[in-house]
């Protein structure tokens, strides 16, 4: 139905199809939203979840007819698919952004570090698609939100420090993605991907005075990466914090008003 109705392409993301995904992503939108929004700027933030939602759902639509071509499965053309994982997806790729090295409880079984929130999300979404017949729907959103938020943060985001676009850091790069012993092996391949899209990130930035001769000012990168890793974990921590305390006078509420019946 995407065929002459172009606009689904723009309004699939924001259409739950059960109530549980009505609920799930409510939650993560609040929860993550305290976290990005602080640091982005609101008008940021919703121009993130808007094109990371279009480009997520234009992936799709065009890898759906693919597959419709290669199999002439009619499934790939009439399947139902909608959701808001692609930009949750994408959330999480802003978290690694900002705060890379903050340890996370893991369901509460193990702490893991923010920056592979993204790459445990996909494997998980991967290895469920082979159990899980009904994953398999929502496994090309979360491929195509985290790829399409990673390629938005990492080359066409305007930083409010710089008014420079992109991130060009190694901590962000998108070998950092992968473990220590698959780099060598990404790097050379996401090398090529990055001089497509770099050369033009970079020609902006040095008419911007970000480089000189295409050599970017010393210290300029790790500085700004600093600056935003320490306003993602401030804002992380305030946030943690504030459900602690609200933890505690629950509490302490509950125990009052025990007290006072006995």
Request: hydrophobic share 45%; glycine share 8%.
């Amino acid at each position: 139905m995407t065929i002459p109705f172009a606009w689904n392409l723009l309004t699939a993301g924001y259409v739950e199809q059960t109530i549980y995904g009505v609920v799930i992503s409510t939650f993560a939108l609040l929860f993550i939203g305290k976290i990005l929004e602080p640091i982005w700027g609101s008008k940021e933030f919703v121009k993130f979840i808007f094109i990371v939602n279009f480009l997520t759902y234009v992936c799709v639509f065009i890898t759906a007819i693919a597959f419709y071509y290669a199999t002439r499965l009619e499934i790939y053309l009439y399947m139902p698919i909608s959701g808001f994982h692609g930009v949750l997806s994408g959330f999480l790729v802003g978290i690694k952004q900002i705060v890379p090295d903050q340890e996370l409880s893991l369901f509460g079984i193990a702490k893991v570090k923010a920056k592979w929130l993204p790459s445990i999300m996909i494997l998980l979404s991967v290895t469920a698609s082979f159990f899980l017949a009904d994953s398999v729907a929502y496994l090309p959103m979360l491929i195509f939100g985290t790829y399409m938020s990673w390629i938005y943060l990492r080359y066409l985001q305007r930083r409010q420090e710089t008014n420079f676009r992109g991130d060009p850091s190694d901590e962000f790069a998108f070998a950092s993605f992968f473990p220590d012993f698959l780099r060598p092996v990404i790097s050379p391949i996401s090398s090529i991907f990055h001089r497509m899209f770099c050369g033009r990130s970079e020609a902006f930035n040095e008419d911007q005075g970000y480089g000189l001769g295409g050599i970017p000012l010393p210290g300029s990168d790790s500085i700004e990466a600093s600056r935003r890793r320490e306003r993602g974990a401030r804002a992380l921590e305030e946030r943690l914090a504030t459900e602690r305390l609200a933890t505690v006078k629950s509490a302490d509420g509950s125990h009052i008003d025990a007290s006072e019946e006995v």
